[in-house]
């Protein structure tokens, strides 16, 4: 429950450096450099169609092992516990291979052919390389971890 402000921190520019094993939430409406983009794209309608533009991600791939700490208000809120992670490597993982505590045995994929969310508690569910993906710390904690390792990468065959 809330408003979104109250749930996502809004970037303060578009260079803005993710950390490692965070996932984020882009709603991008067309590119900022163009003159008056937020009144022509977002406030005022008629909204401009807005022309095609590229967003760039760069930095160095990332290996090794990984623990991100997620949390929980626990103040039995809608929206209580959930985490948003991203996977860290140039690389699919498996969600049984992942290191978890305080943490639900599901684990929530975005499924971009289906426009939804894939929700699996199945171990050998497979999060793509890069992807975002949504963890909930259990009822009762106010803490928890995920624990990545190489050993989670699903290697081609």
């Known amino acids: 429950s809330g408003q979104l ?8 520019n578009l260079s803005i450096k993710v950390p490692v094993g965070r996932g984020f939430f882009v709603f991008s409406r067309g590119d ?3 003159t008056n983009a937020f009144q022509q794209q977002i406030v005022t309608r008629p909204f ?11 930095g160095n791939l990332f290996s090794g ?3 991100v700490q997620v949390f929980n208000n626990d103040e039995g809120g809608e929206g209580d516990g959930f985490n948003l992670l991203g996977n860290p490597y140039a690389a699919p993982i498996r969600w049984g291979s992942l ?18 969310y894939k929700v699996s508690n199945d171990p050998e569910t497979v999060i793509p390389a890069g992807a975002g993906f949504f ?3 259990n009822p009762g904690f106010k803490t928890g971890a995920v624990h990545f390792q190489e050993q989670a990468k699903v290697l081609p065959q």
């Open 48 to 58: 401009m169609n807005p022309p095609p533009y590229t967003i760039t991600y760069t």
């Open 5 to 12: 402000p109250q749930k996502y921190i809004p970037i303060p």
């Open 32 to 34: 900022k450099h163009l």
């Open 135 to 137: 963890v909930r710390v």
């Open 65 to 67: 092992p990984l623990t």
């Open 99 to 116: 290191g978890k505590e305080n943490v639900g045995p599901n684990v929530w994929v975005f499924d971009p052919l289906n426009n939804r």
